[in-house]
């Protein structure tokens, strides 16, 4: 009987286990498994294993993937889709700029609860077998992963059809993420379609239908090695000889050579040097001379990447893919300070995100490693061949490059992406381009700062794909809020961050990337108290921690109105009680 895994197009109405059952009847063998459910009322790519191929499932099913899911907002029924029956009619008034900020807050590492429906057990019991019973129990929130969702369109009328595309990793229900999309809008939703479109480097377009696989049968197999194409070899040294990849049964493997998971000669990388971050991201800083990427080739992409905003994602999208194609891992080449800091002082921007917070979200996409190019005198005075040669290709062994159509480089700039892909080729590496995104308007940096200059939060959260975020140590102040039974946090903002034009906004507030706690925040002087510094104080709702001394994280969500001076205290807190109200709205 072959091995291998085939690629198939599940019909709606059909479980995994029914498609599974199918094909083992179609293909005459009793060893076939899949890599992750698909619901019932889902379509789309169903990965199966053959043979052999099912040992290597659990490779697959932790890859990213791609779904493109359409939802009706304001209408919530008990299963969180079209099959259940309707709990609640309420209409939603929303523009697609709303469900794209909304959306925003959910990228990234994310709780989630599964829902009533879900395959998760409970004390030895399905919740799906549960919830057939008219019982529902209380569910833990488990730890998921968005790469990015895309909002494509919003319909008009009082009960809108939302569709988009997530991308994410394993254990993500996405009707729960759409409910909870329209609940930060305050409303309710549930999913009317559901197509998985991608697992890692597998696309549906590659996929079977059940009436192909009848008809052509075991032809239709991939091999061990091109399903998991993109996943690298082990290098095997003389110590390590036992008990790896198969040779669990204490047979010695042969001293020196290398066991592979997949058929492409590359070694996986896990030299000595640099620090981690994030999600196991290495992250080189300091002389460039002395980085050790380790041997063979790597894709890198080059840019500030101040933000990481959905032109940068766009451009470490196609880095990623590149990188899966050609079984490469994936680098990325950044610069602290920003380069006008050392080139023109007086020009040099406010940064949309801190040095840690750009690595955190560079991170979180899913990238290799990171090298933190200190821009500074000398570096400016390089020649575009010094940069390419001794850095690129040198230090940091590229394979391919890719980058911004407006990609410059060198002293002055002088370089441009056609020098590149010419020295380039005589290096031995390729470069891609990426197209801008945004078409006549362009997404960059420089157009979210002067969204956020002046306090449109919402059109920064959209260019970004999340809330706009500030981070600072929460300091003591003046204790007014507390005197008058609004206690705030004030989060003292590192000059040179770029903060929202003075107001007051709904606001998540949190320690860390997977805490959120809403608040609203007053960004200003306080001019009821006659101050003059500019502060960023944030009232967390239903919160009463001690947080002096730790870091606190303030994502921008809506602007709520300017700041302004009252009459006197009263005046102040019957507003501040309009404020609150408001933003619980928009964030409940």
């Given at each position: 009987m072959p091995d291998g895994f085939l690629l198939v197009d599940k019909p709606g109405g059909w479980t995994s286990h029914d498609v599974v059952a199918r094909c083992r009847t179609l293909l005459g063998s009793s060893r076939i498994g899949h890599a992750g459910t698909l619901d019932p009322m889902a379509t789309g790519l169903l990965i199966l294993g053959v043979g052999r191929a099912t040992r290597l499932l659990r490779f697959v099913q932790d890859a990213a993937k791609t779904y493109h899911a359409t939802a009706l907002f304001g209408i919530a029924t008990d299963t969180l889709d079209a099959d259940g029956a309707i709990l609640s009619r309420e209409p939603m008034d929303v523009t697609p700029i709303e469900v794209a900020a909304a959306a925003a807050r959910f990228v990234g590492r994310i709780m989630q609860v599964p829902p009533m429906v879900s395959a998760k057990r409970v004390e030895g019991r399905r919740l799906y077998d549960?919830?057939?019973?008219?019982?529902?129990?209380?569910?833990?929130?488990?730890?998921?992963?968005?790469?990015?969702?895309?909002?494509?369109?919003?319909?008009?009328?009082?009960?809108?059809?939302?569709?988009?595309?997530?991308?994410?990793?394993?254990?993500?229900?996405?009707?729960?993420?759409?409910?909870?999309?329209?609940?930060?809008?305050?409303?309710?939703?549930?999913?009317?379609?559901?197509?998985?479109?991608?697992?890692?480097?597998?696309?549906?377009?590659?996929?079977?239908?059940?009436?192909?696989?009848?008809?052509?049968?075991?032809?239709?197999?991939?091999?061990?090695?091109?399903?998991?194409?993109?996943?690298?070899?082990?290098?095997?040294?003389?110590?390590?000889?036992?008990?790896?990849?198969?040779?669990?049964?204490?047979?010695?493997?042969?001293?020196?050579?290398?066991?592979?998971?997949?058929?492409?000669?590359?070694?996986?990388?896990?030299?000595?040097?640099?620090?981690?971050?994030?999600?196991?991201?290495?992250?080189?800083?300091?002389?460039?001379?002395?980085?050790?990427?380790?041997?063979?080739?790597s894709a890198l992409a080059v840019g500030v990447f101040d933000g990481v905003h959905v032109g940068h994602r766009h451009v470490l999208a196609a880095l990623r893919e590149r990188a899966e194609d050609l079984g490469f891992p994936t680098g990325v080449v950044t610069f602290d300070p920003h380069p006008l800091a050392v080139v023109a002082p007086e020009r040099v921007p406010l940064m949309l995100t801190s040095i840690d917070h750009r690595l955190e979200l560079i991170s979180d996409i899913g990238v290799d490693v990171a090298a933190v190019v200190a821009f500074d005198d000398d570096l400016r005075m390089w020649s575009p061949a010094a940069f390419v040669t001794d850095l690129l290709a040198g230090s940091l062994h590229a394979g391919i490059v890719v980058v911004g159509e407006d990609f410059r480089f060198g002293k002055d700039r002088t370089g441009h992406v056609g020098l590149l892909r010419e020295m380039g080729t005589g290096l031995g590496f390729a470069t891609e381009v990426v197209p801008l995104v945004g078409g006549d308007a362009p997404v960059s940096s420089t157009r979210i700062r002067a969204m956020i200059a002046e306090g449109d939060v919402v059109g920064a959260a959209q260019a970004l794909a999340r809330p706009h975020e500030v981070r600072g140590p929460v300091v003591v102040g003046d204790g007014r809020g507390k005197t008058i039974g609004v206690p705030t946090a004030n989060v003292a903002v590192p000059p040179g961050i770029a903060v929202p034009r003075r107001g007051v906004y709904a606001v998540w507030c949190g320690r860390s990337a997977s805490e959120a706690v809403p608040g609203v925040a007053n960004v200003g002087v306080r001019p009821t108290f006659g101050g003059a510094a500019e502060t960023v104080e944030a009232h967390l709702f239903g919160f009463d921690e001690d947080l002096y001394g730790m870091e606190l994280r303030v994502r921008f969500v809506a602007r709520i109105r300017d700041e302004r001076k009252f009459a006197g205290v009263e005046e102040l807190v019957g507003q501040i009680g309009e404020d609150v109200a408001r933003a619980h709205a928009l964030l409940a």
């Open positions: 549960l919830a057939r019973q008219g019982i529902e129990v209380e569910r833990a929130a488990v730890p998921i992963l968005i790469h990015e969702i895309a909002v494509d369109e919003v319909s008009p009328g009082p009960y809108p059809e939302v569709s988009f595309r997530v991308s994410c990793g394993s254990g993500t229900y996405i009707r729960t993420l759409a409910d909870d999309i329209a609940a930060a809008l305050g409303g309710r939703a549930h999913l009317v379609s559901l197509r998985r479109i991608a697992i890692g480097i597998h696309d549906v377009v590659d996929a079977h239908s059940l009436e192909d696989i009848e008809r052509d049968g075991l032809a239709l197999l991939l091999s061990s090695s091109a399903g998991l194409g993109d996943l690298p070899a082990v290098s095997v040294g003389p110590d390590s000889d036992r008990g790896l990849a198969g040779h669990g049964r204490g047979r010695p493997v042969p001293r020196g050579r290398s066991i592979r998971r997949v058929a492409r000669r590359v070694q996986l990388r896990r030299p000595p040097g640099g620090t981690r971050g994030g999600a196991g991201m290495r992250v080189f800083r300091g002389e460039t001379a002395r980085w050790d990427p380790g041997p063979g080739p």
